[in-house]
């Protein structure tokens, strides 16, 4: 029989047995050869209904076309894209389109749900079955960890780490690899894993501690050397030569959407580390802006400073600025320019989120005055703009002889 990793489809099947036959061990200690030959009967049928329901049950990430570590929303556009393909309006009266309608749908009702993705990905089909409140049922089927459901439920604690996205990624979209690293645990923990000797299995301990003569106060704890799980792990496992726990560097593609802002998330599923009897948690990212060396987000408006010189200011200005998809977007005014004065570009803003609309881009301008002038640009500025005024014509209107007699001292 298959016994390696790969074969996934018998897995959950070859599992079951395992479970089974340790029971069955179990029991003939107990129990006289008549009722094993029964027990043994029983067994086989049930070995027979399975392996027929698993010959007829196709891997669900093979139905719709994905790798086991698809995110989220490559199972929703793989799903779209072949539903769409094999729907019976399509394909009227074509008996293999609808039964792949049907296992699109059922692939996609598991994979597309988070907790029962991650049911099935620890259980196969068999951890669709039943519900998580039967208890009876739970304790007849395999269960990896030995322990009841309320145990198994445990997941690993989500962990949030902040994603650095340039502006030109919030603004045109994109995808974005990003190098995870996370322990994972043996692939077959089950069988990787033994009773713990220091607790016996019981995960408590019980130490004893002497408080004076004749008086000894008895404690229970967990135990320090299984954590209170009761299991231990085995040495010489043939899933994990290299150890129960290893590092594994994992590329993941992130879906930047446009218009996305700081602190939105976005999400993987059980990309956590692992943790024996835990559900691994999920892996959020958490938009951090990249500062830009040219513009500045504000809300869904953009916000650009432009050095424009004197006579640009006095003039006109008739410049290009290269928008964050690289479109030049021309800037053009007529008449003077005060210095901070803002121009509004309607539209040319980020992208909305949720794809209504776009902000605005706002110019403003930063007047650099020269220097110095020659004494030939004195004079031309002086004969266009006209003489400055003289100190007769400033101040208020009250001049006075003690007045001008105070602004010659601190002339001097
Ligand atoms: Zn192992
Ligand atoms: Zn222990």
């Known amino acids: 029989m298959c016994n390696s990793t790969t074969c996934y489809h018998a897995l959950p099947m070859l599992r079951g047995l395992s479970g089974r036959r340790s029971r069955a061990r179990a029991s003939r200690e107990s129990r006289n050869r008549s009722n094993n030959t029964l027990l043994y ?3 086989a ?4 209904e399975e392996v027929t329901q698993v010959v007829a049950g196709r891997d669900y990430y093979d139905i719709l076309g994905v790798s086991r570590d698809a995110d ?10 072949l539903a769409v393909k094999y ?15 049907v296992e699109l749908n059922n692939a996609y009702e598991v994979l597309g749900d988070n907790s029962k993705r991650q049911r099935y990905d620890m259980y196969g089909e068999d951890g669709l079955k039943g519900g998580e409140q039967d208890g009876d049922a739970d304790d007849f089927f395999f269960n990896p960890f030995g322990r009841r459901n309320r145990q198994r439920e445990r997941r690993v604690p989500d962990v949030s780490v902040p994603l650095s996205v340039s502006l030109e990624m919030l603004y045109n979209g994109g995808v974005m690899e990003v190098s995870h690293k996370k322990r994972v645990i043996c692939s077959r923990w089950s069988d990787c894993e033994s009773k713990c000797t220091k607790c016996g299995g019981s995960g408590m301990i019980i130490t004893t501690r002497r408080l004076g003569p004749g008086f000894v106060q008895q404690m229970q704890q967990t135990c320090p050397t299984c954590g209170g799980t009761g299991k231990i792990g085995k040495p010489n496992c043939k899933s994990c030569p290299k150890g129960q ?11 930047i959407e446009k ?4 602190g939105q998330t976005i999400t993987f599923d059980g990309q956590t580390d692992e943790k024996p009897d835990h559900y691994p948690g999920n892996l959020h990212f958490e938009i951090d802006t990249k500062e830009h060396d040219r513009f500045q987000r504000d809300g869904n408006d953009l916000h650009y400073y432009l050095d424009i010189n004197l006579s640009e200011a006095l003039v006109g200005v008739d410049r290009i600025v290269r928008q964050l998809d690289g479109r030049e977007v021309s800037i053009q005014t007529r008449g003077v320019i005060s210095p901070k004065e803002r121009v509004v570009i309607e539209g040319e803003g980020m992208p909305a989120f949720d794809g209504v609309g776009r902000g605005n881009l706002v110019v403003e301008f930063w007047v650099q005055f020269p220097e110095t002038l020659t004494d030939e640009q004195r004079k031309g500025v002086i004969e266009i703009l006209g003489k400055p005024p003289t100190k007769d014509e400033t101040g208020d209107g009250t001049s006075s002889a003690s007045e001008s007699a105070d602004t010659e001292k601190t002339e001097l």
Do not use: C, W
């Not at 049928?45 to 027979?48: K, L, M, R, S």
């Not at 218009?259 to 700081?262: A, D, F, Q, T």
């Open 245 to 255: 726990f290893e590092q594994v560097e994992k590329m993941l593609l992130i879906d």
């Open 87 to 101: 729907h019976p309006d399509k394909n009227p009266g074509d008996k293999t389109a609808e039964k792949m309608y």
């Open 259 to 262: 218009g996305m802002r700081n």
């Open 41 to 43: 009967f029983i067994l």
């Open 72 to 81: 989220s929303s490559t199972i929703k556009r793989a799903f779209r894209k």
């Open 45 to 48: 049928v049930i070995v027979f």
